[in-house]
């Protein structure tokens, strides 16, 4: 046996893969095993951790200077099919039958990466198999190249236009202001080095792209000595290279010609360090700005509240002294610089940069949305401000909070997008990626050990950190981006100008004969044969008992000497403790309801006990991981098993309400001034403060434009989902179309008016009684509890009163245009944007039951099939999936980024009708049910494993229903399949409400509903 750990093992070889170096990574109670392979070059990283939750991801430097999206274009394409798995889409194959728990691919400025994650071992090598073989052997057929990168397409009345799946997804990124705005300033920043190109592709560019310089492209970046395979997890070292050595390695070999004077060879076994080609070290080299200097650039108008205006100083690479000082002068609203730039009301919101992106980064410090002709005042704020911050010091308060801030963050694990994984992976490519250790960016928590020391020991630490990076730092450079209403048109006549420019050299004989063949190849559909070659799990492989998170209800004694119910969960929380405290708002008068969303915003940003918003800011940073509002709305399903559940807690008063509360998240070392202070944020809760109410207005307002574009689907689906129930309305008047008006009203009516009603509706709250839910570690919770009976009294908790449920009736004054979401026909959503979403809603079984199960399987395959084919691939929308609300008894069906989303409408109600002649195969189904087991084990983090079991038990649906639900869907057959296609078919024609977020210019016939902002 070879000891991957044993440092006496460095140098030699196992299966020619030499162990380069082991790391030892207490941060993450890991070791890391970097191996290079000395014939083909690959190198391994292995971050062995006693985790079940596997993860491998294949990692190429892909570098381009030109924003032709290349990277991209190339990212989608090797997923469409390769020499062992020839399908059109051994990706979307393998995310339909496998028990993954994440699975993407991700294109960065200067790498490629393809993870895949499971906790089943077989599952996990059967991912790895299909990617390793489409990231070193795909087939990148022209076809591919046209359907994926960009392509002209003739439409009925003969009017040419260029189509493609990146091409439209990019379209969708060309839409609002943030995003140009900010990839304008990083632009500038590295003038004509990578960063200032688009990675993922400008779609006045992509059409520069040629078949061959896409070809070239693969064999320059995807080969083995370009690649880090970084592996995570608990499957031994030596398992995982067996598995590489039998199915890639000779392939490899001759592949890439690993001989003496071949493609690869003489690899440097020795270094230490990555090895990276000179052709890449030359496309990684960074520019920067010279001297001060000043930049212009416009982004459009949709989206923005004025420009963005920004000043910025080179910073060198990143580390925690540079995160430190971020933290220290932006980390909150009360941090100094962030306070100084929110008080001029200069602009509505605080532009700070955080590192990560590059191997070097500078710092940006400014404000968005700033008002023609205010772009010197921000100028001089900043720089004002700085000077004052170095003269006279940060308080020692800021220093505090910045402290915690970070050292909360590096201990928390939480699962954005993905497994926790994925986030250590990140860092161990960043350092691969440029040339440094695998291990550089791994120990952030022992290196912010030593930043406290110096912070300890020197007064003046934080001071020296100004004067280095702000004070003498000779390169400063001004950047404004202003909104142009001319910018879509400019890039309109660029398009037509580009068409017209292609329909010249346009060889139509040719053009037919590609497009002939690149629709019959989307239309061709693969036989079960054909689909085989991507291995599968079993049904009767499956573990059929699931791992089911719980919650306890235990009492704590309330203010009023009644029993208060507390929901305890058991997590393992790494020493951290989430508390939520919640007091139900379903008393109050409807009118209310609209304002809920920005009261729980707000609720902890608005000051207490007399101190001012910024000191309390100040204050619970230094004590708090974070305390903020939040809201959880539902209702009890109407079915016997939920109905049951929620009669048996009937005496207390909290299923089916809905609450609006606080969370908060602390050490357990300071638990007892957490919930001190806690305490003491829930009884002297003030809502005196107008000027602060009002600047927190115009930021409300201001992320509700920035966000409109990106949101568009949900929006869509709210809307459209509005008049089904009292619950789905509440949705749509707290976040939905409604709410946007709601938002902008603020301004007429004034934050004066608005803090009373803030005042008497969270009183109103309150006194209605209220509960409380931990989630700890077993130490956190024996530490707690008697804590809690304290806390409990404190903060004043009393018994619960009986709640009330909105009806239709009482919701419906409070829902714009509420006669339209009754309508048979689309509601359209119109704004200025180049892409849409669309949304249709129609009736599913009843939760819990077997024909819901079926249906979930059919939905399940429907979005990995029909709607990928139809709407995706040959529709050229981003994204369209369906799935089934089964407490709401609802089949949700919505597009993504879609060109022409009424017309998706249409072909997803079409295929209803078609799939109930054409029945889903037995085999289909059975790896259907395989992947929606898959999909129901997906780990999730402590924080929320404790959330949803407390939510469950808020709705009479516990997480013990999760193993009814499993069971049920492993009991599914192809005969269930198809009784549930007809009858979801039958259901669509008796009521479907449809809604579509599209372009002004679009005429399609519907009730219009004005967006507001
Ligand atoms: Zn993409």
């Not at 040339?435 to 912070?455: H, R």
């Not at 908060?664 to 919930?675: I, T």
Request: glycine share 6%; aromatic share 10%.
């Amino acid at each position: 046996m070879f000891n991957f750990t044993d440092s006496s093992n460095i140098g030699k070889a196992y299966k020619d893969f030499v162990l380069v170096s082991i790391d030892q990574l207490p941060d993450y109670k890991a070791v890391g095993v970097y191996l290079r392979h000395k014939i083909t070059g690959l190198e391994v990283y292995h971050i062995i951790k006693d985790d079940k939750e596997n993860m491998f991801a294949y990692a190429f430097r892909t570098l381009d200077k030109t924003s032709r999206g290349v990277a991209h274009i190339m990212e989608h394409s090797v997923l469409c099919g390769s020499e062992k798995y020839p399908l059109k889409e051994p990706f979307i194959t393998l995310a339909g039958t496998s028990l993954n728990t994440f699975l993407n691919a991700l294109t960065y400025p200067d790498k490629t990466v393809y993870p895949g994650a499971s906790v089943v071992r077989a599952d996990y090598f059967n991912m790895m198999d299909v990617y390793g073989d489409a990231v070193f052997f795909p087939k990148l057929d022209h076809a591919t190249f046209i359907q994926e990168g960009h392509r002209l397409e003739l439409d009925e009345n003969n009017k040419l236009s260029i189509q493609g799946v990146v091409y439209n997804e990019m379209k969708g990124n060309y839409s609002s202001f943030q995003p140009i705005a900010f990839s304008d300033l990083v632009s500038a920043m590295f003038p004509n080095s990578y960063p200032a190109f688009d990675s993922g592709g400008d779609p006045l560019h992509i059409p520069e792209l040629t078949y061959q310089e896409f070809l070239d492209f693969h064999q320059r970046f995807y080969s083995p000595d370009n690649c880090l395979l970084c592996l995570y997890g608990d499957i031994p070292t030596s398992q995982q290279l067996d598995f590489i050595d039998e199915k890639f390695i000779s392939r490899l070999v001759k592949k890439y010609d690993c001989r003496q004077g071949g493609a690869i060879c003489n690899i440097d076994t020795n270094s230490k360090l990555p090895l990276i080609k000179n052709e890449i070290r030359e496309l990684q080299k960074l520019n920067f700005v010279k001297e001060s200097a000043s930049f212009k650039t416009f982004a459009p108008e949709t989206g923005s509240t004025g420009s963005l205006v920004t000043m910025n100083w080179y910073a060198g690479k990143a580390d925690m002294e540079k995160l430190f000082l971020s933290e220290a002068l932006c980390g909150n609203d009360s941090s100094p610089l962030s306070r100084a730039l929110k008080d001029s009301k200069l602009g509505d919101d605080v532009q700070f940069q955080s590192f990560g992106q590059f191997r070097e980064e500078f710092y940006t410090v400014g404000l968005w949305g700033v008002k023609k002709g205010n772009e010197d005042k921000v100028f001089n704020l900043i720089q004002k401000t700085l000077k004052e911050l170095y003269e006279k010091g940060i308080s020692q308060e800021d220093i505090d909070s910045a402290i915690m801030g970070i050292d909360f963050a590096l201990r928390e694990v939480n699962r954005y997008w993905g497994p926790f994984a994925l986030q250590i992976m990140e860092k161990a490519l960043k350092g691969w990626c440029n040339g440094d250790a695998c291990s550089s960016q791994l120990s952030p928590i022992t290196n912010f050990e030593k930043v406290k020391e110096k912070i300890r020991s020197d007064k003046d630490f934080t001071k020296k950190l100004i004067k280095k990076y702000f004070i003498d730092n000779d390169v400063c450079v001004r950047f404004v981006s202003e909104p142009s209403s001319q910018y879509f048109k400019q890039r309109e006549t660029a398009e037509a100008a580009l068409i017209s420019r292609l329909e010249k050299n346009l060889d139509k004989v040719q053009l037919k004969k590609d497009l002939d063949e690149l629709h019959a190849y989307q239309q061709r559909i693969e036989t079960p044969e054909e689909t085989a070659c991507i291995p599968t799990t079993k049904i009767s492989e499956l573990e059929r008992k699931i791992d089911i998170p719980e919650t306890k209800l235990e009492f704590v004694n309330g203010a009023d000497g009644s029993k208060v119910p507390l929901f305890v969960s058991q997590e393992e929380t790494n020493g951290i403790f989430y508390i939520d405290v919640l007091f139900p708002f379903d008393r109050l008068e409807p009118e209310y309801l609209q304002h809920i969303p920005f009261l729980a915003d707000v609720i902890t940003n608005l000051g207490w006990n007399g101190k001012g918003w910024d000191k309390c800011i100040a204050e619970s940073s230094c004590v708090m991981g974070d305390v903020w509002g939040k809201t959880c709305c539902g209702s009890v399903c109407n079915v016997p098993q939920c109905l049951a559940e929620a009669e048996q807690y009937k005496e207390y008063n909290f299923c089916g309400r809905n609450w609006i509360g606080l969370i908060c998240k602390a050490l357990s070392s300071r638990a007892d001034e957490a919930l001190k202070l806690l305490a003491e944020i829930i009884t002297k809760m003030d809502f005196k403060d107008v000027h602060h109410l009002e600047t927190l207005m115009g930021e409300l307002k201001a992320e509700k434009k920035n966000g409109l574009i990106s949101s568009g689907r949900e929006y869509a689906q709210k809307r459209a989902r509005a008049g089904w129930s009292a619950n789905l309305a509440l949705n749509e008047i707290m976040w939905g179309v409604s709410q946007l008006e709601t938002v902008s009203g603020y301004k007429k009516l004034g934050a004066k008016k608005l803090l009373q009603k803030f005042e008497y509706m969270y009183r109103e709250c309150v006194k209605a009684g209220g509960i409380i839910h931990v989630t700890a570690d077993e130490d956190t919770l024996k530490q707690l509890r008697p804590l809690l009976e304290v806390f409990a009294k404190e903060a004043g908790i009393t018994k619960l009163l009986p709640g009330h449920k909105y009806t239709m009736d009482e919701l419906k004054p409070y829902i714009s245009n509420f006669e339209a979401s009754q309508s048979e026909q689309p509601q359209i959503l119109k704004v200025e944007s180049q892409t849409g979403y669309a949304a249709a809603i129609t009736p599913a079984s009843d939760y819990l039951t077997k024909e819901a199960a079926a249906e979930n399987i059919f939905a399940s395959w429907v979005s990995n099939h029909t709607l990928w084919d139809k709407i995706r691939t040959t529709g050229g929308a981003y994204g369209a999936s369906c799935w089934i609300d089964n407490m709401e008894k609802q089949v949700v069906m919505t597009t993504y980024r879609d060109p022409t989303p009424a017309k998706s409408l249409d072909v997803y109600l079409d295929s209803l009708k078609e799939l109930c002649r054409t029945p889903i195969p037995k085999e289909e189904v059975e790896k259907t049910i395989v992947s929606c087991y898959g999909n129901a084990i997906v780990p999730a983090c402590p924080k929320d494993r404790g959330a949803r079991s407390f939510e469950g038990m808020l709705y009479g649906n516990p997480q013990k229903f999760k193993q009814l639900r499993v069971d049920n869907l492993l009991g599914v057959t192809e005969d269930d399949v198809e009784k549930a296609a007809d009858r979801l078919y039958e259901s669509s024609v008796k009521r479907c409400s449809k809604a579509v977020f599209c372009n002004k210019s679009n005429d399609f016939a519907g009730k219009i509903i004005k967006l507001p902002l």
